[in-house]
């Protein structure tokens, strides 16, 4: 039997609408098994168990509220909380409390949901680590910077989960950890009460166990009324785009992939090899100096005031260098990336999306660093949708993810295609 | 004699450096203008007295800290301060205390800047006013939404104030106050710690009483060395643009700005008519949709917790708009915005840079509203630079300003170029 901590966050909305689940017995569920998953996980930063079962009790007394009715789900803590501490995974925010939710915290408890609490994020959303494994085998790092929020979702803590991605947040975790990441268009879902990092390319991170729910919870973070994902999805035109970064990818993965693009042409798909236009091969140094250039400018305040309680890894990787980035040597970065946006037409002239891979394999052992960020990167920068599903398991059993990527502002139709895509692989 | 409170912050910054002036002096003389100043103009939500002595007093004891060292300036109450209030010109936020300055506050402050205290915004930098009254008639509104800023620039309070712009909030309190008013292309600064409105539309706002001041301020905020504007400017080639808004302009106000282009001509400038593509004419109506939209749900927070403390100008416009705002009409609004940005290179094809009004004329009589924001929304909606410099007096001896549009990411130039504008214009 399926206990209500294994359901979707829309199955479970279904048996709390029929009236066969409550909110609270959701709740205590899902806290159950928490309790039991948690010491050898540490998903959690901040974990709020009196106040989840009171907003589960008091959703319970009151009329539905929509669509997130009851469900609960975590928050990464750069994400602002009016009743929860948002200490950015950085000791200089110790104790730290804003006095409001974010706009995204806000939609989703406006739609019933049930904020559990805050995730464990890396420091600013950076690369140094928290204290997060991967809940598939505790040796792995879960990735990051998301960490928390892909490890409690993979675990079965929590169906929803909210992450970032600047560069590789929330894709690369939600592989790791086995869950579905999306990273949706930039500039569709709004940032206001989320630490910014590097504002032109941050972006909301969804993380979910179902291609539905990660489409419910898009429509609530949009604000707009929930059409659920529903009928026959039309069979896909498939780019498969190896990208220039393949040969750093684990043999077994790619193999993988490719067996998959297989599957999906004998399933009836379109499916050819693509390349990128050729001067795509610098986005990866373009995405560097404009990420770095912005964050050491958004960060300031703690450069100046607390240098000594920020890490070696942060002070010598990211701020280093954007301190040393000019002006010109951004705006020229910048540009160049406008430019390869503006060359995505041509790409997807013959293709519904792409099919290609979010990571260079497996979760690797350790959880000192977070894992290769540059399958996700490129993609981040060129601001199109991206979504990763866990179709596969690797030779040391972990998962490994599928990653789809979609036109610009094409995120419901990526979606829609990629339940087709994920059912014809699995 | 000039008294300190008069200079720019280029000249008061040269006078500190030559020894003549020092920080505490500047502050001390710029703090009595206030003593006497601002019981009739209000530009101050919070001023820190003491704490700006103290800081000048530790300036003076220490090496120079960059071009702002010793420089007194406001914030539009709704950046954030990590050693002052912030609350966003809402009752919601009496009291609030953030742990952190915004990116733009720390790099003033860390350039040696002296920040006084917080300036009045509207509610949430729309349309609900504060306090402030123009300082060149008390009856008169400052404008909105940056109020207090431009009034305390105007009212020689300070040299340098920062405000933001998602409609007019720069661009038309600088204009009604005097001051030179500078919006930079959308995307340059960064707004961490900056309470989002529309983050599609959002930038700073930057007051000075130069251009030259514009200029450093800018290179401060994007954490580039200072280089200085100078030399003689080159002619520009002008586009004089009425816009589909002339009839709403007072008549004053047209023949001093048709005057003016005439003067440019035989100062020597290629001066021509030009219009905006016919298009254009809805970009107005895009913005309104676009700002609701993304307005409404960054404050979703609000809108929930605290409906009763929003202010009845808020609830029935921007709120009630992007409430009723669907996800469909924002896209299509959104998209239609991003193709007018694609012809402004047809727009500036024999242009260096663009005269048209910042406002319909002289502030209007009454603090209850803002003005006339059309003028400005147009520009703010297609991520142009904008600068507005004092050039006239209208026939009710209030200043009206030339407002000046460059090339997007062209700002630099746009300053330059000014220059010319402004010395022949004066």
């Known amino acids: 039997m399926t206990s209500p901590h294994q359901l979707t966050a829309i199955e479970a909305g279904r048996q709390i609408d029929a009236g066969t689940l409550t909110s609270e017995a959701l709740a205590r569920d899902c806290l159950e098994r928490i309790a039991e998953r948690e010491p050898s996980i540490d998903a959690w930063h901040h974990l709020a168990v009196d106040a989840a079962l009171a907003r589960a009790r008091e959703l319970d007394r009151g009329p539905r509220r929509g669509p997130l009715h009851g469900i609960p789900f975590g928050a990464k803590d750069i994400i602002d909380t009016f009743d929860m501490p948002t200490e950015y995974g950085s000791p200089i925010y110790k104790g730290n409390q804003t006095a409001n939710d974010a706009a995204c915290v806000a939609l989703m408890r406006e739609a019933g949901g049930n904020l559990f609490g805050k995730t464990v994020t890396t420091e600013f959303a950076n690369m140094f680590p928290g204290k997060t494994k991967n809940p598939h085998d505790p040796q792995r790092t879960p990735g ?7 490890a409690a979702v993979g675990a079965q803590m929590v169906p929803l989960a909210l992450g970032t991605q600047t ?31 590097a504002g032109s390319l941050d972006t909301l991170g969804l993380m979910a166990r179902s291609i539905e729910d990660i489409s419910l919870l898009r429509d609530v973070l949009l604000g707009r009324t929930w059409e659920p994902l529903e009928g026959e999805p039309r069979v896909p035109r498939i780019g498969f785009c190896r990208t220039a970064l393949w040969p750093q990818i684990e043999p077994a993965a790619a193999v993988l992939l490719e067996d998959a693009a297989r599957h999906l042409a004998a399933a009836g798909a379109v499916v050819e090899d693509v390349d990128l236009p050729p001067g795509f091969g610098q986005i990866l140094d373009a995405h560097r100096w404009v990420s770095s250039f912005e964050f050491s400018r958004n960060f300031r305040h703690e450069v100046v ?7 070696q890894t942060l002070r010598d990787g990211r701020l280093k260098d954007g301190l040393g980035c000019t002006w010109e040597r951004y705006a020229e970065a910048r540009s160049f990336l406008d430019t390869c946006r503006g060359q995505l037409d041509g790409v997807f002239a013959d293709y519904d999306l792409l099919l290609t891979s979010p990571c260079d394999g497996e979760a690797p052992i350790g959880i000192q660093t977070t894992g290769n960020p540059y399958f996700s990167a490129i993609w981040t920068a060129l601001h199109v949708p991206c979504l990763t599903v866990p179709a596969f398991t690797g030779p040391n059993g972990m998962p490994i993810g599928a990653q789809l990527i979609g036109r610009p502002r094409h995120d419901r139709q990526l979606l829609d295609a990629a339940r087709w895509v994920w059912r014809s692989i699995g």
Do not use: K, M, Q
């Open 305 to 311: 005031n607390h240098w000594e309680l920020i890490s």
């Open 167 to 197: 560069t590789a947040s929330t894709i690369r975790p939600a592989a790791f950890c086995g869950v579905v990441g999306y990273r949706p268009s930039w500039g569709d879902l709004r940032l206001s009460g989320v630490r910014e990092a």
């Open 144 to 150: 990051g910077s998301s960490s928390g929020s892909a």
